[in-house]
């Protein structure tokens, strides 16, 4: 169980493109997930919590009108990443949680390269 | 900032147990303690997580200090496929269930 389904799992792109990565809970309702970034040899950061039908909240630092985040349904979420440029090649993984006392649960991940 | 401290890497024997050391010092009453692994080029995966007592599931056993500054997470039979970054991370409730991660411990289990 608390599978978490993410696509596509590798992109490359041309620089000035946006990109849409999906996030799905495939067995549970999600109420909250999560954004991660993560650069080689770093650990994960988090961008943003996103809660169902309402606004995601983004970290300090994180641009929320260069990450849209939408969680739609309690088994989706998207991040699409508008005007992507290079800096933006990074690995995004994303991660759902059913009710507050349970853990998250991580997708594969997303590579994204901007050429 | 990360509430955890880790050693950055550790190296284990196959068929022996690796413990993996976690200090939490300054972790609150109402704070669990988690435990996720990050296999090269894939999403953490979710190991065991705890309050005050100590667990067990079918990969591995956590033990926390009865002051709850630290924990260890045991692997009782360390294979090869348990080659991994190892993530302890204290969740943070009242800022909506989000997990600040660290930096992990990097282990290697060795033929």
């Known amino acids: 169980g608390a599978v978490v389904s993410q696509h596509p799992s590798w992109v490359i792109c041309k620089s000035g493109t946006s990109v849409k990565i999906e996030c799905r809970s495939l067995d549970f309702q999600a109420t909250t997930m999560f954004w991660y970034r993560q650069f080689p040899k770093q650990s994960l950061m988090l961008m943003a919590t996103?809660?169902?039908?309402?606004?995601?909240?983004?970290e300090q630092g994180v641009e929320k009108d260069k990450f849209l985040i939408n969680h739609a349904s309690l088994t989706l979420s998207t991040l699409t990443v508008t005007s992507a440029h290079p800096e933006d090649s990074s690995f995004y993984i994303c991660s759902a949680r059913g009710d507050s006392n349970q853990p998250q649960h991580f997708g594969d991940g997303t590579r994204l390269s901007i050429l | 900032d990360a509430k955890t401290t880790q050693p950055p890497s550790m190296d284990c024997a196959e068929g022996r147990a690796a413990n993996l050391p976690c200090n939490h010092s300054t972790i609150s009453g109402n704070e669990y303690v988690y435990w996720y692994r990050q296999i090269h080029s894939q999403g953490p995966q979710y190991i065991i997580h705890?309050?005050?007592n100590n667990e067990t599931n079918e990969m591995a056993s956590l033990i926390i200090t009865e002051d709850r500054k630290s924990s260890t997470l045991i692997l009782p039979h360390a294979t090869l496929r348990d080659t991994a970054v190892y993530y302890c991370i204290v969740g943070i409730y009242n800022q909506g269930g989000k997990l600040i991660f660290g930096q992990g411990t990097e282990l290697s289990v060795k033929p």
């Open positions: 996103s809660n169902e039908g309402s606004k995601a909240t983004y």
């Open positions: 705890g309050l005050k």
